[in-house]
């Protein structure tokens, strides 16, 4: 069941991020995805292991994003607040946050599988971001170096995340032992 609701839970969250962003109308849907992240780690067997995953998450957005946006290689609809001021707006950020709660529930499968996590986070962040893109008009992706650019960032992000997660998880056994 966790699956499920993780699942449509954060696509529900990632199209109103996304409608919002272009709309300029973010507070509710920033709001949603709080509630969302806050739902996720208070219903987690370990929440301490959540929370690492969203500030290693968050710091992967404010380095992916962050350079891509002081660089123009993505334009934001709604490019403020953002943190740098030039950096990556507050909205993508709380989509990086909420997709981090994936990794260990309805992407748990690609944990331990760094090659298939390679893969879907190269594949699938592009599409996504053009989703946003032509869709919704939400962000503006160069083609050059910029969907490049978040297919190889990501190619190493979900990975990066699902070893992490992995990491924690053997970590915090060992000291039980």
């Known amino acids: 069941m966790m699956f499920w609701i993780n699942l449509l839970g954060y696509q529900s969250v990632w199209f109103l991020l996304v409608r919002g962003a272009a709309q300029a109308h ?19 067997r370990h929440p301490s292991r959540d929370v690492r995953l969203l500030a290693a998450a968050l710091l992967m957005g404010l380095l992916v994003d962050g ?7 993505l334009g934001y609809a709604s490019p403020t607040p953002a943190w740098p ?11 990086w946050a909420c997709f981090a709660t994936t990794v260990t529930r309805s992407l748990s499968v ?6 298939l996590a390679a893969l879907a986070g190269g594949v699938g962040a592009p599409l996504a971001y053009l989703a946003a893109a ?11 170096p ?5 297919a ?10 699902g070893a992490l997660s992995l990491y924690d ?4 056994e060992a000291s039980r032992s």
């Open 134 to 144: 032509r869709g919704w008009g939400a962000v503006q992706v160069s083609p050059w």
């Open 26 to 44: 973010l507070t509710l849907p920033l709001l949603a995805g709080a509630v969302f992240v806050l739902g996720q780690v208070l219903t987690a």
């Open 169 to 172: 998880a053997r970590r915090d």
């Open 85 to 95: 001021s030039q950096g990556a707006p507050v909205w993508i950020l709380m989509l």
């Open 146 to 150: 910029g969907l490049p650019w978040i």
């Open 67 to 73: 350079v891509a946006a002081s660089a123009g290689w």
């Open 152 to 161: 190889a960032c990501w190619a190493l992000a979900l990975p990066l995340l």
């Open 110 to 115: 690609l944990r331990g599988r760094p090659w």
